[in-house]
């Protein structure tokens, strides 16, 4: 037994310390990547659930690494945003998002570009002017962005980002909560919140069909949203029974790999043409 523990801890050890010199150079690296143009957006579906027919994209950033591949959010947001460098990678995504928003639109069609926020660029006494700048400079109409933002966003600088949020929305711009029901949240707090969509995080919409929580969580929220005007999409979405669920409880949109998984512009350009295969 004593032999193993030790094994156990020589074997993690380094594993640690790999990681933490993994972390410092990425961070190291984020700084040029921007710069050097190293980052690429994927788009993913959201869907109308009655007519499963496409409503809009979001857009997710990907990294283009030079030696390492391509790599998830997961692999650098959290260092993006420990070293501010978020902001810059944020407005970035912005202004890309919103081009390719205009690209996609087609004379009957003029999907939603769906972006999300970080705290630290809610903050930014300027963040409202960014937002301006990249519709403006793309010629997307400002019905045609979503902000996505978490409700942690909210609870750093509530005042602010309220405020910031109201002046967008009365442009036009749509305000949604992402990963709903993960955060703290009440009615009357989401009363006072300038929001239009609530998306239902995907712990919940992976067990809709089970009759554990995930059914009446998703069911509180749906109703919650009808009675406030809100629209309502379940995230995560994989299964047919889900989705099957969803449009049954009155759910407004869907987002999943049942319909697609996030796509390169090229291949989004292409699901806006056939439609999602399903
Ligand atoms: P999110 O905003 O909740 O985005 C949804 C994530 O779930 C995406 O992961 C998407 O690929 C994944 N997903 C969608 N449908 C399914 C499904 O049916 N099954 C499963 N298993 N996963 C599904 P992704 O692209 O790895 O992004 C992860 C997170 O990184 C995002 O979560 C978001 O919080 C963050 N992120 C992505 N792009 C940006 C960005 O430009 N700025 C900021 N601040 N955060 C970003
Ligand atoms: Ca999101
Ligand atoms: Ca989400
Ligand atoms: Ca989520």
Redesign the pocket.
């Known amino acids: 037994a004593k032999d193993r523990g030790k094994a156990t801890f020589a074997h993690y050890e380094p594993g640690l310390h790999a990681l933490a010199l993994e972390r410092l150079a990425i961070r190291g690296e984020l700084q040029h990547a921007i710069r050097d143009n190293e980052f690429v957006l994927h788009f993913?579906p959201t869907v109308d659930l009655r007519t499963e027919t496409i409503t809009g994209f979001e857009?997710?950033?990907r990294w283009q690494h030079p030696t390492r591949g391509l790599l998830?959010?997961?692999a650098f947001?959290s260092i993006a945003e420990q070293s501010g460098l978020?902001v810059e990678l944020?407005h970035w995504?912005l202004r890309e998002a919103c081009f390719a928003a205009v690209g996609l639109q087609t004379a009957l069609h003029q999907p939603t570009m769906s972006v999300?926020?970080?705290a630290q660029q809610i903050v930014q006494a300027d963040f409202v002017d960014w937002v301006v700048a990249a519709l403006e400079d793309s010629g997307l109409a400002p019905r045609h962005l979503v902000l996505?933002i978490t409700e942690s966003v909210l609870l750093d600088d509530m005042a602010g980002a309220v405020e910031r949020l109201a002046v967008l929305r009365d442009l036009g711009v749509h305000v949604a909560i992402?990963?709903f029901g993960t955060g703290y949240s009440s009615l009357a707090y989401l009363s006072r919140l300038p929001v239009d969509i609530l998306k239902v995080d995907?712990t919940f919409v992976d067990n809709v069909c089970d009759g554990r929580e995930g059914a009446s969580v998703t069911e509180a929220i749906i109703a919650m949203s009808r009675t406030m005007q809100l629209t309502t999409v379940a995230?995560?979405?994989?299964l047919p029974e889900q989705a099957a669920w969803l449009k049954e409880a009155a759910c407004t949109m869907g987002?999943?790999?049942?319909w697609s998984r996030?796509v390169d512009l090229a291949r989004a350009h292409h699901l806006m043409r056939a439609g999602v295969p399903r």
């Open positions: 993913q857009a997710l950033v998830a959010p997961q947001i978020i944020g995504v999300n926020v970080a996505e992402d990963d995907k995230e995560g979405v994989e987002q999943g790999y049942l996030p």
